[in-house]
């Protein structure tokens, strides 16, 4: 074996050179956090926080400005009447919209199931519970319906339930040929109409039964939504329908099942709506409730891109609302700046759920 074949430098050279290499640990800076950040991280973290400080503010404020009057049993009792069919209908409006959808036939569908319970238990002498089964089962079809089209047609839920907004509203006034039941006539002849028009007094406070049902709702579906496989299909429809359906959901049966238990809900909506007015019956009823609902959601901290939110936010926001509009009325505020109010809350709501979600980016 030639020299050239031998290693032209011996183990301890290379010791040498080992010995002289730079030994100092790679570091890397750490970004300054600032708390601004922080709080963004908490509240996406936590995100039923905002409203509940809204309420909380909400209620200071309209304590000041009214001298202490909403703080009134009375009064108190008169936000929680009035929150309360709508309240029902948020939450109805909020499993739609985690999934990244939105229901506009959501209040056509509450007032014309209370039609069907109206004319079949007054009018056509159904018996009232299975007057009531009907309703229910109506508002579920619709619920289908719209269901149905924005899985096999791929259209936009905004486009397809601005259609059915309109196809269910004439459909209420040819159904009830644009006359009313009295609630003399419902209270003779199908007095289990209006049971949830019952109150409870304590003292000064009076609550009523649909009220109570209306809480124990929120519980029901904030218990689906957080413990059962169906309500984690939901937000992981909403976060990402294509990754949800690569991870094996059926997003399309998870679609139609949301329109479908929306439509039993604003059902249920309209029946307690039938106890809250004293038995009337009206195609006239719940002309707001399309937008009220999306302002409770919006405002309780739902996030219109879907897949992240909670039904305890939404009561929050439908409270919020009913706060806001009694303590204006209170405050003898015009009904024009009412409303005016509630879109300023409206684009608030949307901007700070739009900042929360960059501390996910």
């Known amino acids: 074996m030639s020299d050239s074949s031998q290693p032209s430098k011996s183990i301890s050279d290379y010791e040498a050179a080992l010995s002289k290499a730079d030994t100092s640990v790679a570091s890397f800076e750490q970004d300054h956090v600032t708390p601004l950040q922080k709080l963004r991280v908490f509240l996406h973290a936590y995100p039923v926080t905002v409203p509940i400080f809204v309420l909380i503010l909400s209620i200071l404020l309209f304590g000041i400005t009214t001298n202490g ?115 003399v006539d419902t209270e003779a002849t199908a007095p289990l109409l209006i049971w949830f028009g019952k109150v409870i007094s304590i003292g000064g406070f009076q609550i009523l039964y649909g009220t109570i049902a209306f809480l124990l709702l929120a519980w029901a579906m904030t218990y689906v939504l957080k413990h059962t496989a169906w309500g984690r299909h939901v937000y992981a429809v909403g976060d990402d329908i294509n990754g ?36 009337t019956v009206t195609p006239l009823a719940g002309e707001t409730a399309n937008l009220d609902s999306i302002t409770a959601v919006v405002i309780g901290g739902t996030s219109l891109f879907g897949g992240r939110g909670s039904i305890v936010g939404s009561v929050l926001g439908a409270i919020i609302v009913g706060v806001f509009r009694f303590g204006l009325s209170l405050s003898k505020v015009d009904v024009l700046w009412q409303d005016f109010t509630v879109g300023i809350l409206i684009i608030a709501a949307v901007a700070i759920d739009q900042w929360i979600r960059k501390a996910s980016a």
């Open 69 to 183: 009057l909403i703080f009134m049993p009375g009064n108190l009792s008169t936000i929680l009447k009035q929150i309360t069919p709508i309240g029902i209908v948020a939450i109805a409006q909020t499993i739609i919209i985690l999934t990244a959808g939105i229901d506009l036939s959501i209040g056509a569908i509450m007032v014309l199931s209370t039609i069907v319970m109206g004319k079949l238990a007054v009018q056509v002498g159904v018996p009232a519970p299975a007057a009531m089964a009907i309703g229910f089962f109506a508002g579920g079809v619709m619920g289908y319906v719209n269901g149905l089209l924005v899985t096999r047609l791929r259209l936009p839920p905004f486009i397809v339930t601005l259609g059915t907004l309109y196809i269910f509203q004439a459909l209420k006034l040819w159904y009830s040929e644009s006359e009313s039941i009295r609630n």
């Open 244 to 279: 949800a359906m690569l991870s094996g959901v059926q997003t399309d049966k998870v679609l139609r099942s949301v329109y479908v238990v929306a439509g039993v809900i604003a059902a249920f909506a309209g029946l307690v709506l039938i106890g809250r007015v004293g038995g």
